[in-house]
């Protein structure tokens, strides 16, 4: 039996985008947790949004939150950005010039509004520690104008489902292998590693895994040719391909 270790998106890849639940992906779950095959959630949601999903799926695995910023392992965070603090320190300035809103700094009204979340939901949501979704509120063609400008701060833009998140230069793959290779190290075996996501802060953690699976969401733009290409959305295209994956050994 192979050694696999799976790497997953969370927001129209695991959970349903507009549903938020992962009952379609239960069956696959179950054999995942029956055969001990660590589960990765690697995602833009805060810790504390990961932690209360773990929770619902009964998992205890690291996981990589806020897009590759943070890692949680062995109950320690491990950092891979600058803080929220210095990031708005950074962008505040830019206001003045462009229009767009912190996603951390608005009301919890507003932030139900723009996600759809709960009142609890939308407070986790809130609690930012390396990187700042973008509410933007100016013309379209500007928008590259303001992504200059976020270079030239020597910080990075990644277009997720919702929002565009700004952080430091990171991503969710060089996440991926710290997790990876402190697993190996830690059980002294080699893992295959599978990697299912929908959006573009994807791209870099599906491309550095052995099984690359892009679940499908009006992205097959994003389809590379050794990327799979699930036939089905959101939990019950990830259900479909991780029991491919399980069945074809």
């Known amino acids: 039996m192979r ?7 969370l927001d129209g890849t695991l959970l349903d985008h507009k549903t938020y639940t992962f009952d379609p992906a239960l069956e696959a779950l179950s054999i995942i947790k029956s055969r001990q095959i660590p589960l990765i959630l690697s995602s833009s949601k ?7 999903i773990q929770s619902h799926l009964t998992l205890k695995d690291p996981f990589i939150f806020e897009n590759g910023s943070g890692v949680f392992y062995n109950n320690q965070v491990v950092s891979f950005g600058i803080n929220l603090t210095e990031i708005h ?3 505040t300035p830019l206001q003045k010039t462009f229009n767009f809103n912190c996603y951390s700094l608005l009301t919890i ?3 139900i509004h723009y996600t759809g979340l709960t009142e609890e939901e939308a407070k986790l949501s809130q609690q930012r520690q390396f990187s700042e979704p973008i509410i933007w509120l100016d013309d379209e063609e500007r928008k590259n104008d303001f992504l200059e400008k976020i270079h030239q701060l020597g910080l990075n833009a990644t ?3 919702r929002f565009l998140t700004i ?5 969710k793959a060089k996440a991926l292998k710290w997790i990876k290779n402190s697993l190996e190290n830690d059980y002294q075996t080699k893992f295959i590693s599978i990697a299912l996501g929908d959006g573009e802060n994807d791209i870099s953690m599906i491309n550095a895994c052995d099984i690359k699976i892009l679940i499908k969401n009006n ?3 994003l389809q590379r040719s050794d990327w799979v290409l699930s036939e089905m959305c959101g939990p019950s295209g990830w259900n479909q ?4 994956v399980l069945n074809n050994e």
């Open 3 to 9: 050694n696999y270790i799976i790497f997953s998106d």
């Open 46 to 52: 805060t810790r504390a949004e990961i932690e209360r």
């Open 89 to 91: 320190d950074k962008i």
């Open 109 to 111: 009204e507003q932030a």
């Open 159 to 161: 277009q997720g489902g």
């Open 167 to 171: 952080s430091s230069h990171h991503d």
């Open 219 to 221: 992205n097959e733009h």
């Open 241 to 244: 391909e991780i029991m491919k």
